[in-house]
């Protein structure tokens, strides 16, 4: 634990930070998840949920959350299988 004030707040603000990106990672795996579930199965709504998790990946990649190249990369795998289940 550490003594300085400073370094102390530090540790809360690094706390409420990685909270966030958890949350925020969870959310983007999820919506990835339902997209690729709904191109799986035919939904009606797949074009929707495609473009759902290509903007909440390039959120991500804004909020420095992933790196743009793997933002590209999973937004190129999206794009794929969309195309191949039509």
Known sequence: ?????SAKKRVKVIATKTAANKARRSNLRTTIKKANA???SGAADKDAAVR????RVDQ?????????NAAARKK???AKMLNASK
Do not use: D, F, V, Y
Not at 1 to 5: A, D, K, L, Y
Not at 60 to 68: E, Q, Y
């Open 76 to 78: 190129s795998q999206l």
């Open 60 to 68: 991500a990649c804004a909020k420095g959350l992933i790196h743009k």
């Open 38 to 40: 709904a191109c799986q």
């Open 1 to 5: 634990m550490p003594n300085i004030r």
């Open 52 to 55: 759902m998790a290509i903007k």
